[in-house]
Nanobody
Framework: QVQLVESGGGLVQAGGSLRLSCAAS????????MAWFRQAPGKEREFVAA????????YYADSVKGRFTISRDNAKNTVFLQMNSLKPEDTAVYYC???????????????????WGQGTQVTVSS
């Protein structure tokens, strides 16, 4: 079972930026699609962004489109989430996730992913 470890969360003022990282164990990272989800207090976990194993396209939730960028470095087994123009409503625990099975097309559904990190807290103050 792969281990996913997120880092980079913290407290930032509205309009600021953070860069989240998710380091994966194992040697087959480059064959798996990856995604970021988030869960705000009292709300269900929601999709944020996804990237396929190749990294040749990305897609985003409408709420973050144009502000967040997902990317990956397969040589370092790491996926990133660059978050700019942060808003208080972006406050949540952010989770990275690895797709179920190699070469799986990334989707918004949680059921696409079967490995999850422990999460990193992002707090945006107004």
């Amino acid at each position: 079972q792969v281990q996913l470890v997120e880092s980079g969360g913290g407290l930032v003022q509205a309009g600021g930026s953070l860069r989240l990282s998710c380091a994966a164990s194992g040697s087959t990272f480059s064959r798996y699609s990856m995604a970021w989800f988030r869960q705000a207090p009292g709300k269900e976990r929601e999709f944020v962004a996804a990237i396929p194993w190749s990294g040749d396209y990305t897609y985003y939730a409408d709420s973050v489109k144009g502000r967040f960028t997902i990317s990956r470095d397969n040589a370092k087994n790491t996926v990133f989430l660059q978050m700019n123009s942060l808003k208080p409503e972006d406050t949540a625990v952010y989770y990275c996730a690895q797709a179920r099975g190699i070469l799986t097309i990334p989707r918004r559904s949680e059921s696409t992913y079967d490995s999850w990190g422990q999460g990193t807290q992002v707090t945006v103050s107004s």
